[in-house]
């Protein structure tokens, strides 16, 4: 049973800095990728950033410069360092790691970027 678990969500002032952190436990077999994603309140689920099990990485045109994504051990944890917030990144992050198995989820962790 493989469970994801995200931290270090809060609430930041714009133009200030989150890092998120993504933690798997289980039974993790053929690790694909991890991503985040986020969801925005009254929008749909939008994909943030992914990082495949070779380190090579993908960001949405919105956070690209400003979010860095990384997994220092191909199964077990992913990090998103989020710098000059902006309002706009007001949402829901949830990571998602993606293996031959099937995706997993965890449960999201709110960020707020608000004065």
């Known amino acids: 049973h493989v469970q994801l678990v995200e931290s270090g969500g809060g609430l930041v002032q714009p133009v200030g800095s989150l890092r998120l952190s993504c933690a798997a436990s289980g039974r993790i077999l053929n690790s694909v990728a991890m991503a985040w994603h986020r969801r925005a309140p009254a929008k749909e689920r939008d994909l943030v950033v992914t990082i495949s099990g070779g380190g090579i990485t993908s960001y949405a045109d919105s956070v690209k410069g400003r979010f860095t994504i990384s997994r220092p051990n191909a199964n077990y944890a992913v990090y998103l360092q989020m710098n000059s917030l902006k309002p706009e990144d007001t949402a829901v992050y949830y990571c998602?790691?993606?293996?031959?198995?099937?995706?997993?989820w965890g449960q999201g962790t709110q960020v707020t970027v608000s004065l």
């Open positions: 998602h790691l993606v293996t031959l198995e099937g995706n997993y």
